[in-house]
Protein backbone atom coordinates (compact mmCIF):
# COMPACT_ATOMS: atom_id res chain seq x y z
CA UNK A 1 0.00 0.00 0.00
CA UNK A 2 1.38 3.80 -0.75
CA UNK A 3 1.00 4.49 2.73
CA UNK A 4 2.72 1.86 3.62
CA UNK A 5 5.47 2.92 1.69
CA UNK A 6 5.60 6.31 2.84
CA UNK A 7 5.21 5.57 6.68
CA UNK A 8 8.81 6.00 7.19
CA UNK A 9 9.39 9.42 5.12
CA UNK A 10 6.74 10.89 7.12
CA UNK A 11 8.07 9.69 10.41
CA UNK A 12 11.50 10.61 10.64
CA UNK A 13 9.19 14.31 9.04
CA UNK A 14 6.99 13.79 12.39
CA UNK A 15 10.03 13.41 14.50
CA UNK A 16 12.01 16.10 13.00
CA UNK A 17 9.39 18.25 13.89
CA UNK A 18 8.70 17.53 16.85
CA UNK A 19 12.16 17.43 18.66
CA UNK A 20 12.10 21.16 17.12
CA UNK A 21 9.09 22.02 18.89
CA UNK A 22 10.21 20.31 22.15
CA UNK A 23 13.06 22.46 22.19
CA UNK A 24 11.84 25.79 21.34
CA UNK A 25 8.49 24.87 24.36
CA UNK A 26 11.63 23.66 26.66
CA UNK A 27 14.92 25.84 26.31
CA UNK A 28 14.02 28.91 28.17
CA UNK A 29 12.22 27.28 31.24
CA UNK A 30 12.93 23.90 31.21
CA UNK A 31 13.21 23.00 34.77
CA UNK A 32 9.97 25.28 36.17
CA UNK A 33 8.43 23.12 33.69
CA UNK A 34 9.63 19.67 34.54
CA UNK A 35 9.07 20.85 38.39
CA UNK A 36 5.13 21.29 36.91
CA UNK A 37 5.40 18.35 35.79
CA UNK A 38 6.37 16.49 38.72
CA UNK A 39 3.37 17.81 41.07
CA UNK A 40 0.26 17.33 38.90
CA UNK A 41 -2.63 15.59 40.05
CA UNK A 42 -2.62 12.36 38.04
CA UNK A 43 -6.23 11.58 38.54
CA UNK A 44 -7.19 14.18 36.36
CA UNK A 45 -4.43 13.32 33.93
CA UNK A 46 -6.38 9.76 34.06
CA UNK A 47 -9.87 11.93 33.25
CA UNK A 48 -7.99 13.71 30.22
CA UNK A 49 -7.06 10.12 29.10
CA UNK A 50 -10.39 8.83 29.33
CA UNK A 51 -12.11 11.52 27.28
CA UNK A 52 -9.78 11.24 24.30
CA UNK A 53 -10.52 7.25 24.33
CA UNK A 54 -14.04 8.25 24.72
CA UNK A 55 -13.83 10.12 21.87
CA UNK A 56 -12.41 7.42 19.51
CA UNK A 57 -15.16 5.36 21.08
CA UNK A 58 -17.97 7.23 20.10
CA UNK A 59 -16.55 7.68 16.92
CA UNK A 60 -16.05 3.95 16.35
CA UNK A 61 -19.61 3.45 17.28
CA UNK A 62 -21.00 5.77 14.56
CA UNK A 63 -19.01 4.18 12.23
CA UNK A 64 -20.46 0.56 13.33
CA UNK A 65 -24.00 1.96 13.29
CA UNK A 66 -23.72 3.08 9.59
CA UNK A 67 -22.18 -0.74 8.73
CA UNK A 68 -25.29 -1.76 10.21
CA UNK A 69 -23.95 -5.37 9.20
CA UNK A 70 -23.09 -7.28 12.76
CA UNK A 71 -22.42 -10.00 11.27
CA UNK A 72 -19.34 -8.71 9.92
CA UNK A 73 -17.99 -6.55 12.31
CA UNK A 74 -18.80 -6.22 15.70
CA UNK A 75 -18.56 -2.99 17.77
CA UNK A 76 -15.27 -3.74 19.02
CA UNK A 77 -13.84 -3.88 16.14
CA UNK A 78 -15.27 -1.03 14.98
CA UNK A 79 -13.80 0.94 17.61
CA UNK A 80 -10.43 -0.91 17.19
CA UNK A 81 -10.41 0.24 13.43
CA UNK A 82 -11.10 4.11 14.61
CA UNK A 83 -8.40 3.88 17.08
CA UNK A 84 -5.87 2.50 13.92
CA UNK A 85 -6.82 5.01 11.50
CA UNK A 86 -5.94 7.57 14.05
CA UNK A 87 -2.40 6.30 13.85
CA UNK A 88 -2.64 6.56 9.85
CA UNK A 89 -4.03 10.01 10.14
CA UNK A 90 -1.37 11.33 12.40
CA UNK A 91 1.45 10.10 10.21
CA UNK A 92 -0.36 11.45 7.08
CA UNK A 93 -0.53 14.59 5.59
CA UNK A 94 -3.75 16.57 6.07
CA UNK A 95 -4.99 13.26 7.60
CA UNK A 96 -5.13 11.62 4.40
CA UNK A 97 -4.41 7.91 5.20
CA UNK A 98 -7.50 7.49 7.51
CA UNK A 99 -9.97 6.64 4.95
CA UNK A 100 -7.88 4.26 2.57
CA UNK A 101 -6.80 2.15 5.64
CA UNK A 102 -10.71 2.33 6.89
CA UNK A 103 -11.43 0.82 3.65
CA UNK A 104 -9.02 -1.41 3.48
CA UNK A 105 -10.06 -2.85 7.27
CA UNK A 106 -13.43 -2.96 5.55
CA UNK A 107 -12.19 -5.58 3.06
CA UNK A 108 -10.69 -7.75 4.94
CA UNK A 109 -13.77 -8.09 7.03
CA UNK A 110 -15.20 -9.65 3.20
CA UNK A 111 -17.11 -6.01 3.40
CA UNK A 112 -17.26 -5.39 -0.91
CA UNK A 113 -14.72 -2.59 -1.63
CA UNK A 114 -17.82 -0.23 -2.85
CA UNK A 115 -19.48 -0.96 0.40
CA UNK A 116 -16.52 0.07 2.26
CA UNK A 117 -15.87 3.13 0.43
CA UNK A 118 -19.32 4.07 0.91
CA UNK A 119 -19.58 4.00 4.35
CA UNK A 120 -16.26 5.45 4.88
CA UNK A 121 -17.79 8.42 2.97
CA UNK A 122 -20.77 8.61 4.83
CA UNK A 123 -18.25 8.88 8.00
CA UNK A 124 -16.90 11.61 6.41
CA UNK A 125 -20.24 13.12 5.82
CA UNK A 126 -21.47 13.53 8.90
CA UNK A 127 -18.25 14.32 10.65
CA UNK A 128 -17.64 17.07 8.56
CA UNK A 129 -21.35 18.31 9.44
CA UNK A 130 -20.58 17.76 12.84
CA UNK A 131 -16.97 20.51 12.32
CA UNK A 132 -19.17 22.65 11.28
CA UNK A 133 -21.83 22.75 13.35
CA UNK A 134 -19.19 22.98 16.60
CA UNK A 135 -16.85 25.65 14.47
CA UNK A 136 -20.28 27.40 13.95
CA UNK A 137 -20.79 27.61 17.70
CA UNK A 138 -17.19 28.49 18.70
CA UNK A 139 -17.15 31.45 16.04
CA UNK A 140 -20.65 32.79 17.64
CA UNK A 141 -19.37 32.07 21.24
CA UNK A 142 -16.47 33.94 20.14
CA UNK A 143 -17.96 36.97 18.33
CA UNK A 144 -20.33 38.18 21.53
CA UNK A 145 -17.88 37.41 24.49
CA UNK A 146 -14.21 38.44 22.53
CA UNK A 147 -12.09 35.39 23.91
CA UNK A 148 -9.21 36.04 21.13
CA UNK A 149 -8.31 39.57 21.19
CA UNK A 150 -4.37 38.61 20.97
CA UNK A 151 -4.81 36.71 17.68
CA UNK A 152 -6.33 38.84 14.97
CA UNK A 153 -4.21 36.80 12.10
CA UNK A 154 -5.45 33.40 13.32
CA UNK A 155 -8.74 34.60 13.96
CA UNK A 156 -9.36 35.51 10.85
CA UNK A 157 -7.75 31.99 9.46
CA UNK A 158 -10.16 30.40 11.65
CA UNK A 159 -12.65 32.30 10.35
CA UNK A 160 -11.52 31.42 6.83
CA UNK A 161 -11.33 27.52 8.03
CA UNK A 162 -14.89 27.55 9.09
CA UNK A 163 -16.28 29.24 5.32
CA UNK A 164 -14.00 26.29 3.71
CA UNK A 165 -15.51 24.05 5.91
CA UNK A 166 -18.80 25.19 5.26
CA UNK A 167 -18.46 25.22 1.38
CA UNK A 168 -17.38 21.74 1.56
CA UNK A 169 -20.74 20.54 3.59
CA UNK A 170 -22.74 22.79 1.03
CA UNK A 171 -21.17 20.90 -2.09
CA UNK A 172 -21.53 17.88 -0.18
CA UNK A 173 -25.77 18.51 0.38
CA UNK A 174 -25.57 20.01 -3.72
CA UNK A 175 -24.53 16.64 -4.65
CA UNK A 176 -27.01 14.73 -2.85
CA UNK A 177 -29.50 15.92 -4.60
CA UNK A 178 -28.96 15.04 -8.10
CA UNK A 179 -26.66 12.66 -9.81
CA UNK A 180 -26.53 15.69 -12.93
CA UNK A 181 -25.54 18.11 -10.87
CA UNK A 182 -22.90 15.87 -9.12
CA UNK A 183 -21.38 15.64 -12.62
CA UNK A 184 -21.35 19.09 -13.60
CA UNK A 185 -19.89 20.30 -10.06
CA UNK A 186 -17.04 17.18 -10.91
CA UNK A 187 -16.83 18.88 -14.87
CA UNK A 188 -16.56 22.61 -12.79
CA UNK A 189 -13.39 21.38 -10.44
CA UNK A 190 -11.43 19.26 -13.45
CA UNK A 191 -11.86 22.57 -15.72
CA UNK A 192 -10.34 24.59 -12.87
CA UNK A 193 -7.47 22.30 -12.12
CA UNK A 194 -6.45 22.05 -15.65
CA UNK A 195 -6.61 26.43 -15.97
CA UNK A 196 -4.05 25.90 -12.94
CA UNK A 197 -2.58 23.16 -14.58
CA UNK A 198 -2.81 20.74 -12.13
CA UNK A 199 -2.23 17.15 -13.49
CA UNK A 200 -5.86 15.79 -13.27
CA UNK A 201 -7.14 12.19 -13.38
CA UNK A 202 -11.25 12.96 -14.52
CA UNK A 203 -12.13 9.48 -14.20
CA UNK A 204 -10.86 9.45 -10.91
CA UNK A 205 -12.39 12.65 -9.73
CA UNK A 206 -15.73 11.49 -11.85
CA UNK A 207 -15.40 8.54 -9.13
CA UNK A 208 -15.19 10.09 -6.21
CA UNK A 209 -18.59 12.29 -6.85
CA UNK A 210 -20.37 9.23 -7.77
CA UNK A 211 -19.40 7.87 -4.57
CA UNK A 212 -20.16 10.87 -2.78
CA UNK A 213 -23.96 10.81 -4.35
CA UNK A 214 -24.46 7.11 -3.99
CA UNK A 215 -23.42 7.68 -0.18
CA UNK A 216 -25.88 9.85 1.06
CA UNK A 217 -28.38 8.31 -0.91
CA UNK A 218 -28.24 5.15 1.41
CA UNK A 219 -27.74 7.89 4.00
CA UNK A 220 -31.28 8.96 3.05
CA UNK A 221 -33.10 5.59 2.65
CA UNK A 222 -32.02 4.89 6.18
CA UNK A 223 -34.50 6.33 8.66
CA UNK A 224 -32.55 8.45 11.50
CA UNK A 225 -28.91 7.75 10.84
CA UNK A 226 -28.20 11.40 9.72
CA UNK A 227 -29.45 12.59 13.06
CA UNK A 228 -27.77 10.04 15.10
CA UNK A 229 -24.71 9.90 12.61
CA UNK A 230 -24.07 13.84 13.30
CA UNK A 231 -25.26 13.88 17.01
CA UNK A 232 -22.64 10.63 17.87
CA UNK A 233 -20.12 13.08 15.78
CA UNK A 234 -20.57 16.17 17.50
CA UNK A 235 -20.29 14.50 21.00
CA UNK A 236 -17.20 12.79 19.94
CA UNK A 237 -15.69 16.14 19.28
CA UNK A 238 -16.72 18.03 22.03
CA UNK A 239 -15.16 14.62 24.32
CA UNK A 240 -11.59 15.56 22.42
CA UNK A 241 -12.38 19.43 23.07
CA UNK A 242 -12.38 19.15 26.62
CA UNK A 243 -9.08 17.30 27.02
CA UNK A 244 -7.38 20.98 27.97
CA UNK A 245 -9.63 21.27 30.84
CA UNK A 246 -8.66 18.26 32.64
CA UNK A 247 -4.75 19.09 32.44
CA UNK A 248 -4.94 22.60 33.51
CA UNK A 249 -7.55 20.79 36.57
CA UNK A 250 -4.58 18.27 37.36
CA UNK A 251 -1.78 21.71 37.81
CA UNK A 252 -4.82 22.37 40.50
CA UNK A 253 -6.16 25.59 38.10
CA UNK A 254 -9.10 25.65 38.14
CA UNK A 255 -10.07 29.37 37.56
CA UNK A 256 -8.28 29.89 34.71
CA UNK A 257 -10.76 28.62 31.52
CA UNK A 258 -14.27 27.58 32.02
CA UNK A 259 -15.26 24.56 30.01
CA UNK A 260 -17.14 26.54 27.20
CA UNK A 261 -14.18 28.45 27.07
CA UNK A 262 -11.73 25.40 26.71
CA UNK A 263 -13.88 24.08 23.85
CA UNK A 264 -14.41 27.19 21.92
CA UNK A 265 -10.69 27.22 21.98
CA UNK A 266 -10.04 23.72 21.26
CA UNK A 267 -12.29 24.23 18.01
CA UNK A 268 -10.15 26.93 16.93
CA UNK A 269 -7.12 25.29 17.46
CA UNK A 270 -8.18 21.83 15.41
CA UNK A 271 -9.20 24.26 12.09
CA UNK A 272 -5.91 25.71 12.32
CA UNK A 273 -4.04 22.55 12.76
CA UNK A 274 -6.06 21.69 9.33
CA UNK A 275 -4.35 23.86 7.60
CA UNK A 276 -0.63 22.42 8.27
CA UNK A 277 0.33 20.47 5.52
CA UNK A 278 2.57 17.84 7.46
CA UNK A 279 1.71 14.69 9.65
CA UNK A 280 -0.24 15.49 12.92
CA UNK A 281 -0.65 19.44 11.96
CA UNK A 282 3.24 19.72 13.47
CA UNK A 283 4.43 22.97 14.32
CA UNK A 284 1.44 24.87 13.31
CA UNK A 285 -0.83 23.43 15.60
CA UNK A 286 1.40 24.04 18.32
CA UNK A 287 1.58 27.59 17.78
CA UNK A 288 -1.92 27.74 17.27
CA UNK A 289 -2.74 26.31 20.62
CA UNK A 290 -0.37 28.49 22.74
CA UNK A 291 -1.42 31.64 20.86
CA UNK A 292 -5.14 30.82 21.93
CA UNK A 293 -5.07 29.25 25.02
CA UNK A 294 -2.68 31.56 25.90
CA UNK A 295 -5.51 34.04 26.28
CA UNK A 296 -6.29 32.21 29.37
CA UNK A 297 -3.08 30.15 30.97
CA UNK A 298 0.17 31.97 30.90
CA UNK A 299 3.85 31.61 30.85
CA UNK A 300 5.08 27.89 32.08
CA UNK A 301 1.77 26.49 33.08
CA UNK A 302 1.01 26.95 29.37
CA UNK A 303 3.90 25.32 28.04
CA UNK A 304 3.35 22.22 30.23
CA UNK A 305 -0.53 22.40 29.12
CA UNK A 306 0.76 22.22 25.58
CA UNK A 307 2.85 19.56 26.38
CA UNK A 308 0.25 17.53 27.99
CA UNK A 309 -2.22 17.80 25.63
CA UNK A 310 0.14 16.98 22.27
CA UNK A 311 1.05 13.87 23.84
CA UNK A 312 -2.55 13.17 24.89
CA UNK A 313 -4.43 13.88 22.07
CA UNK A 314 -2.27 12.96 19.72
CA UNK A 315 0.85 10.75 20.27
CA UNK A 316 -1.06 8.66 23.02
CA UNK A 317 -3.57 7.52 19.61
CA UNK A 318 -0.26 7.66 17.32
CA UNK A 319 0.84 4.40 19.72
CA UNK A 320 -1.88 3.32 20.87
CA UNK A 321 -3.14 3.22 17.00
CA UNK A 322 0.19 1.34 16.09
CA UNK A 323 -0.25 -1.34 18.80
CA UNK A 324 -3.83 -2.13 17.45
CA UNK A 325 -2.81 -2.36 13.81
CA UNK A 326 0.56 -4.82 14.40
CA UNK A 327 -2.40 -6.68 16.64
CA UNK A 328 -4.47 -6.91 13.72
CA UNK A 329 -2.03 -8.01 11.36
CA UNK A 330 -0.79 -10.51 13.61
CA UNK A 331 -4.38 -12.14 14.06
CA UNK A 332 -4.27 -12.01 9.97
CA UNK A 333 -1.68 -13.91 9.69
Not at 50 to 63: D, E, P, Q, R, T
Not at 93 to 121: C, D, R, W
Not at 238 to 259: N, Q, T
Request: proline share 2%; charged share 15%; glycine share 6%.
Amino acid sequence: MKILDNLKKNTILLLSITLIVLYIILKDDFYDIINILQNLDIKFILLAILFFFLSVAIKGYANYKIINDKEKISLKEAIKHNLITQFFNGITPFSTGGQPMEIYMLTEHNISVSKATNQTIQSFIFYQIALVICGALAVIYNFIFHLFPKVTILRHLVQLGFIINIAVVIVLIIISYSKGITKKIGNIIIKILKKLRIKTDEKKIEKVFDEYYEGFQEIKSRRGLFPMGIILNIASLLCLYIVPLFILYSMRDFMSISAVETVTASAYVYIIGAFVPVPGASGGIEYGFTQIFGNFIYSNKLSATLLLWRFITYFVGMITGAIAFNAEKKEKK
